[in-house]
């Protein structure tokens, strides 16, 4: 397996190339080829997991044209979301962008299912997603300019035949033989700490609403079409993808997009306000982040806050799973949780930018103290971690790989 963390700043863009235990074989027929020709096949299949940054969504997408130097004929089939912050998925818009370039991309997707949230007996995880998907779309309007319904909405521009997988704890995603298991998000949360944040945004959203119009106007915009939150959350599947009244009510969602944005900035206190829930928000969905691994080989922590860091890392440890090749450290570098010194890896890797630097960079003693080798792609560009298993032999006369 080779793992790529490339150099996108603060954000996440990281291809991986998942190559069967054999890795390579060659072959030649006297008849086809000549005694001199040969044709070699990889038998290897490629992945994305996230593509975003915050540095700009151009940032992203140039690390993926450098792919192709260190994998070769690039074409990941799988997609895995981590999370739906857009420092994770923005490159994304610009492979949107360029139409049928991408042919052979994205036939599966993968993005962390969204679990039921249950306040008292009452599951409340439909309004939490409705609102953070409201604000999100908010979001990357005011911030880069994009008009685009949710991350879906992408995908279906690049491949609208993909096939959508919602992942959750105990799930597999196969990929060439290896198998990535789902450690997180779990179905159901019940936890008392993230209920109370979930009702507390809810809360603060709705009084967004009262007090701007175009956050109303915005949410039923997103509930109509938004592929996300229809085909996923709301599981109607009748849901039409384009349809023309979709592009007028772009037009006028857009004007009030404007209006609220000016409004806002003009008032500093309303924009404080805005940067404090953009911050609960992002913390929950942080929360809900994918997190997995591949046997010994990969542990990928998402965006994760150290309440579920422990979680995670003290059931691994009930089972015995101590040892891991590459850790992707949670939330670039910037989280830490109490348990990890549980854990042992080779490499434990950071995809950071300058932006919490010093965040990042009180971690690093305790990542270096759990690995042999900590890196960081802000220190080190890009970074390409190849795994290779010891080779079988499937030659019948005892001639073993490699040729
Ligand atoms: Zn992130
Ligand atoms: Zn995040």
Redesign the pocket.
Known sequence: MKICVMDVGHGLCMPICVSADFKKIEVFTEKRWGIFGKISIEYAEHALVDCGSYNGKEKAFYALHRVSSYISRYTPKYFILS?F?S??YNGIFCVADKGNHWKGWFDEVYFPGIPKIYDNGKDISNEFILYMLSFEFFQIYNNYGIVNIDFLDLIFKINDKCKLNPCFKGDFIKIRGKTFEILHPPRIIKDDEVVESVKKVIKEFKQFMKDYREFEEIVKFVERYSPLYNIVVQKNMKYEKFNGKKHEETYEILEKLKNLKDRISEKENFKKKIEDLDEKF?GI??RLSLVFCCDNELLFMG?LKPYEINKIIKELNSKNRKFFYVLITP?HGTRWGYKLKDIECIYAISSNGEKYKDKFEKNIPKFKKISENYLSTLEEGDIIISIKSTPKCLCPWGRCFPF
């Open positions: 999370h912050h420092d994770h992002r969905t942080d965006d939330h």
